[in-house]
């Protein structure tokens, strides 16, 4: 994904998303997930949920884009930031949830059911996954980049047998219902 490494595509996505965070999905994560638990933002782009979920919890952020994890580090050195792939997780570390805001869409669903198993993997005893995605059952790609959308039934089966789902829902992102996110708890 050589676009996220491009000084002028990630500058171009920062312009279009200065209104867009995940305020919503922040709020709905508060609502299962207790204050001052470590959270592991997949993703975190130029930083603007990572600051939202600081607000509650013991987070760190991470992204597959060495481009954005130095933006972020120039303006918040002491931000706990990891480079990681998504798909892999390659760390030692455990959370207690794992939080993206539309960051997995470029996997396909072999690749997202392999960051699902990962992701249980590193999430500590009853832990908690929140992620987001644009709605429908199509594949599209844009500069490039492939863009996988997802249904709740799509998601339930990727889902199945690593968590119990709490929540699936549609949200507005940036049009009514044109994003899926789904609250799930790691089985044990």
Do not use: C
């Amino acid at each position: 994904m050589d676009y996220y490494e491009n000084k002028d595509q990630v500058g171009k996505y920062i312009k279009f998303t200065p209104s867009h965070d995940g305020s919503m999905l922040v709020e709905k994560l508060v609502e299962f997930l207790p204050g001052g638990a470590t959270v592991l933002e997949l993703g975190m782009g130029p930083g603007k949920d990572l600051k939202l979920l600081s607000e509650h919890y013991e987070v760190t952020g991470s992204d597959f884009s060495k481009l954005f994890l130095e933006l972020f580090r120039e303006r918040n050195g002491d931000a706990s930031v990891l480079h990681l792939d998504a798909r892999t997780l390659d760390t030692d570390r455990t959370f207690d949830g794992i939080f993206s805001n539309k960051a997995l869409i470029h996997m396909s669903d072999q690749e997202l059911r392999q960051s699902f198993a990962r992701q249980r993997e590193v999430l500590n005893a009853d832990g908690l996954i929140l992620h987001s995605f644009w709605y429908g059952d199509s594949e599209e790609e844009f500069s490039g980049l492939r863009f996988m959308n997802r249904t709740e039934q799509g998601l339930t089966g990727l889902l199945e047998g690593l968590f119990d789902i709490v929540e699936i829902g549609l949200h507005a992102k940036m049009a009514a219902d044109d994003s899926v996110y789904v609250l799930a708890r790691k089985k044990n």
